[in-house]
């Protein structure tokens, strides 16, 4: 079996090895066959790898977990929220929509405010839902009330 790339395809052909001089060159084309097999699957687990640690949900923060993923993270936006809370109800959908849409560009993190009163504390929320935007371990914006989907969006895009 021969397979190529054309055209960015894969293509399969069978190829009779009995045209060629001898067995040594017809063994060769055998082991690059066998190689050209390893070497995609190779790339294949690879690229598997990569989408399984793309996190396209938003995480759990704690106040344990919380600076860890922060300075972990290039770009995360931190949702601070409460489960009485109705707003924060309504933006829940909306942050798991944009950690969907951009998986691998933007972690979500959700806090609970009630559960972790030291993240609370230490950044004074006073309102919630506030999200905070930290691009590599630094705040640099914070939005505070249930807002649009594309209002996020916007503000996202100027910190990507």
Known sequence: MYRYREGGMMMEEKRDLSGFVNAEEAEIEQIKERKMRE?????????????????????????ET???????????????????CGPCKTIAPVIEEL?????????????????????????????????????????????????PKPYLEAKLKEWL
């Open 39 to 63: 070497m995609e699957e190779k790339i294949k687990a690879k690229g598997e790898e990569q989408k399984e640690g793309i996190i396209d949900y938003p995480i759990v923060l704690t106040d």
């Open 66 to 84: 919380f600076t860890d993923a922060v300075r972990k993270s290039s770009l995360i936006v931190v949702d601070c929220w409460a489960p009485w």
């Open 99 to 147: 950690a969907k849409q951009y998986a691998g560009k933007v972690v979500f993190g959700k806090l609970n405010v009630d559960e972790n009163p030291k993240v609370a504390t230490d950044f004074a929320i006073m309102a919630i839902p506030t999200m905070f935007i930290f691009k590599n371990g630094e705040p640099v914006d914070v939005i505070q009330g249930a807002l």
